[in-house]
């Protein structure tokens, strides 16, 4: 009776650990979506463009951000989210964020583009169109 009793506190102990770093993984991803995106306008006032690249954002003198956040230029992965940056032109910009393996790494999937208005969606990567994080 006391190993069944020990071993649902165990099982319940460890599941609000795996939230807790989940909760954890979504807030840092928030910080650096805000960063990055951030730095895009930053690099825009100076460029009259957004960055072609995060690696532009990383290798500019100063940088706008630090080079752990610019992987390839398009796709890094960091803190259980993978950020990809797209271009499509020299006036906009997005940057999703997208858990690595949902559920455990993350549970939210998140967009940011040059309006600076954060998205968030439950259950696939977001767009313009999903709710906006307040």
Not at 6 to 25: C, K, S
Not at 56 to 68: F, H, R
Not at 75 to 85: A, I, L, N, P, Q
Not at 96 to 117: C, E, H, K, M, W
């Amino acid at each position: 009776m006391v190993v069944s009793i020990l071993a649902l506190l165990a099982t319940v102990g460890v599941l609000q650990l795996a939230r807790a770093r989940i909760i954890t993984h979504e807030e840092l991803t928030l910080v650096s979506m805000r960063q990055i995106s951030r730095a895009c306008h930053f690099f825009y006032l100076a460029n009259l463009r957004f960055p072609a690249s995060l690696t532009e954002l990383a290798t500019a003198s100063p940088p706008y951000i630090p080079l752990d956040l610019a992987g390839d230029g398009f796709t890094v992965e960091k803190r259980g989210y993978r950020f990809t940056y797209a271009n499509p032109s020299s006036n906009s910009f997005s940057l999703n964020a997208d858990p690595i393996t949902s559920g455990v790494t993350g549970s939210r999937y998140f967009y940011v583009d040059q309006g600076l208005v954060m998205h968030v969606d439950q259950s696939a990567s977001a767009d313009a169109n999903d709710p906006v994080i307040p």
